[in-house]
């Protein structure tokens, strides 16, 4: 076995793992999809951006998101993983950013134009 599964409507482009789902977010519908270990959908959240980047911290869920990848305006995002759904837009990121990771303190993207990893820290304590 491979350990491959296959992307719920063979879309999906961002990976992060709460300590008991694999979590798959989907940037143009929107959504984070909870999936189990046979790859079957378990939770699905809604979010209100396209979603170009995700990590799990702490109990949420940190995504960089934009409405229009084309306009440049890219957000840190949180949406809490509890169940209530509830978003909060954090911060502006002021370039086309791609991924999201956390080392414990500070989050990392990928500046794609320029070439770079950029690191920042949290706008608020997680």
């Known amino acids: 076995s491979t350990g491959a599964i296959?992307?719920?409507?063979?879309?999906?482009?961002q990976?992060?793992?709460?300590?008991?789902?694999?979590?798959?977010?989907?940037?143009?519908?929107r959504r984070i999809l909870g999936l189990d270990d046979q790859g079957n959908i378990v939770r699905q959240i809604e979010v209100p951006h396209q979603i170009c980047g995700?990590?799990?911290?702490?109990?949420?869920?940190?995504?960089?998101?934009t409405d229009d990848e084309d306009t440049g305006e890219y957000l840190?995002?949180?949406?809490?993983a509890n169940g209530d759904h509830r978003s909060e837009d954090l911060a502006r990121i002021p370039f086309a950013a791609r991924a999201l990771a956390f080392d414990g303190s500070r989050f990392w993207t990928n500046h794609r134009e320029a070439n770079?990893?950029?690191?920042f820290e949290s706008p608020v304590s997680s």
């Open 76 to 80: 840190l995002t949180r949406v809490s």
């Open 116 to 119: 770079e990893i950029v690191a």
């Open 6 to 13: 296959d992307c719920p409507d063979a879309t999906g482009s």
């Open 15 to 29: 990976l992060s793992y709460d300590g008991s789902w694999l979590y798959l977010s989907q940037w143009y519908n």
């Open 54 to 65: 995700q990590c799990y911290v702490d109990g949420s869920f940190y995504l960089v998101t």
